[in-house]
């Protein structure tokens, strides 16, 4: 995995304990091998980032191995495009498989001898039964399910319809083939469940060599069988499915490793669902799974979070085994502790004003040194150019200052970064409308580098870039998606989309950034003095760089953390 950072808490993690004593007890010869199953039906989210770092970082932390495998057992959903961004994410998740990259589908003739040989045993028949009548037959929680009138054929009449069904004599949905296990079982999962449907589609690896497809079910614990997998390591909601998992391993008598289940990631605020992700992409409410808006890997990455910032945030939640919401702010905390640590400082104005200094040379421009990143010393300095027309954020100036205000107004002085003291003298308004044009300021060349040499003080710096030497930029800024802490909860008869944050997205253009800036890759993160992390975007044109915003710099995990310490 990314090498997190050393200080990070590491939060419990029940999984890591049974897998130090299955190694003290020699359950399995010293091996310790997982695997990471997605279905290749949409792009990996930030749950899915959870379970990478644990599938990953066990085999890691034991010298053991991790494989990827694409669980990609229903043909209808299933899309290459998902395969390739899926392997793409877990890569840059620092999620190495080696030469272990495999499909269930790449078992699909292995499952069907075993399917056969389950029939062979009496342990699967032919079922007529349509989805509703089976359905309906299966009972409820309450009430014992009864047994299919189909469940006593003869082994050679299930033997020829299993050969039938695949050989594409029926129709869609006409046959099934079940397990036999009890429909008075407790757990609905053991009462006589698929294992074979009938789908006449084209799948993404196999083409048109089958039209009868395993359930999850009865792919899943084999695979793992198959893969020498000792923890199959999986989301709670998979734990009414390991007594099916242990059945139909037994059955077959082929090696048995363990299931185990594992909360799965909420976050406020966020929605991760893949079927609910793809609804968002289909009716356009986002710009498509890499938005930045979205909690998907490739969007987070667009938008400048990193791998090594999510491998912090997964240990310091841990793993347990009851669902629980995390707080979206503890994400972003990891998020900003790993780029305070690791990015350069630039300046940068989103929305300028410009300031002329009156008593400033005409052609002059001094190269001013800035600090790259004062958590890094190794970071260095850079050369930024300070000449007389410079831009400031319009937010740094008031004609009419409240109390408080502190950064320029008429007659104030402040300090601009790197560069020296200026006052404001007077402001220049376009008569008809009354708008600030620019402002008219003074320096004083005895505070160069932004002390002065008398030893007075100011209240406020401010950020500046000069206007000459500037990049033009669009600035796209980003709230959370929904508007809601938990965009699940949905008024009666409405969809989940009414939760969305009708302002997530604002796009800033005409920002002024410093010229070290330019020619920006896609990717590369800074923080922009003030403002906050952005990310150089993939839109970016030679003329105009785009950046999204990462993040603002406030961190509200950090304040609570604070204030819970002050209390304490
Ligand atoms: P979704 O509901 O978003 O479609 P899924 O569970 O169907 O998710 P899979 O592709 O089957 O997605 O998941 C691959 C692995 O990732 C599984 O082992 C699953 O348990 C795990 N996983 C999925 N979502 C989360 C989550 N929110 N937190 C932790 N692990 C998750
Ligand atoms: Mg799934």
């Not at 669902?323 to 929305?351: F, T």
Request: net charge negative; hydrophobic share 35%.
């Amino acid at each position: 995995m990314s090498t997190p950072n050393p200080e990070t808490p590491a939060a419990s993690n029940f999984v890591r304990e049974i897998v130090k004593q299955d190694l003290q007890t020699n359950k399995y010869q010293g091996r310790v091998h997982t695997r990471f199953p997605p279905e290749p039906n949409g792009y990996l989210h930030i749950g899915h980032a959870k379970s990478i770092n644990l599938n990953f970082g066990l085999a890691a932390e034991f010298g053991g191995k991790c494989n990827l495998r694409f669980d990609d057992t229903n043909p209808s959903k299933e899309e290459t495009e998902y395969v390739d961004s899926i392997i793409e994410d877990v890569r840059w998740l620092g999620g190495d498989w080696e030469d272990r990259l495999f499909y269930a589908s790449d078992y699909f003739d292995q499952l069907y001898a075993w399917a056969i040989e389950l029939i062979k045993k009496d342990k699967a028949f032919v079922c007529d039964l349509n989805a509703q009548q089976i359905r309906e037959y299966r009972g409820t929680l309450t009430e014992p399910g009864r047994e299919s009138p189909y469940r006593n054929r003869t082994v050679a009449e299930n033997l020829d319809l299993f050969e039938r069904m695949r050989k594409g004599e029926f129709a869609d949905g006409a046959r099934t083939l079940r397990a036999k296990v009890d429909m008075a079982s407790p757990n609905l999962n053991m009462r006589d469940p698929v294992m074979y449907r009938i789908l006449h589609a084209e799948h993404h690896r196999t083409g048109n060599k089958w039209c009868i497809y395993p359930m999850y079910d009865f792919a899943h614990g084999q695979s793992d069988s198959i893969e020498g997998v000792t923890h199959s390591i999986c989301t709670l909601e998979f734990e009414d499915h390991r007594p099916l998992y242990d059945w139909y391993l037994d059955q077959l008598g082929v090696y048995h490793p363990q299931q185990i289940e594992f909360d799965r990631l909420n976050l406020t605020y966020t929605l991760l669902s893949k079927r609910k992700l793809l609804t968002l992409v289909q009716e356009g409410r986002v710009n498509g799974w890499d938005d930045p808006r979205m909690p998907t890997i490739t969007s987070i990455r667009r938008r400048g979070y990193t791998p090594e910032a999510l491998t912090n945030f997964c240990k310091a939640i841990g793993v347990s085994k009851t669902n629980g919401s995390i707080e979206l702010a503890l994400l972003e905390h990891y998020v900003r502790e790993d780029l305070n640590r690791r990015v350069p400082r630039v300046m940068a104005v989103l929305r300028p004003l410009r300031v002329v200094i009156e008593n400033y040379p005409e052609n002059q421009v001094e190269e001013m040194d800035a600090v790259n990143n004062p958590e890094d010393a190794a970071a260095g300095t850079r050369k930024v150019p300070f000449s007389r027309v410079l831009y400031i954020e319009r937010d740094d100036f008031r004609e009419d200052p409240p109390k408080q205000y502190f950064r320029l107004s008429p007659g104030k002085e402040v300090r601009l970064r790197y560069g020296y003291f200026i006052k404001c003298a007077s402001v220049v308004k376009d008569e008809k409308t009354g708008e600030i044009l620019e402002i008219r300021c003074s320096y004083d060349p005895a505070t160069r580098g932004g002390n002065a040499l008398d030893g007075r003080k100011v209240k406020s710096t401010i950020h500046w870039v000069s206007a000459a030497h500037a990049i033009d930029a669009e600035a796209r800024l980003y709230e959370n998606l929904f508007a809601v802490e938990n965009p699940n909860a949905v008024p009666e008869g409405q969809e989940f989309t009414v939760n969305l944050n009708p302002n997530s997205l604002e796009v800033v253009t005409g920002c002024k950034l410093e010229p070290s800036l330019r020619g920006a890759a896609a990717g590369s993160r800074y923080q922009f003095e003030r403002l906050g992390y952005f990310c150089a975007d993939p839109d970016s044109t030679p003329e105009k760089l785009v950046f999204n915003r990462t993040l603002a710099l406030r961190d509200t995990w950090g304040k609570i953390e604070k204030a819970q310490q002050g209390k304490a």
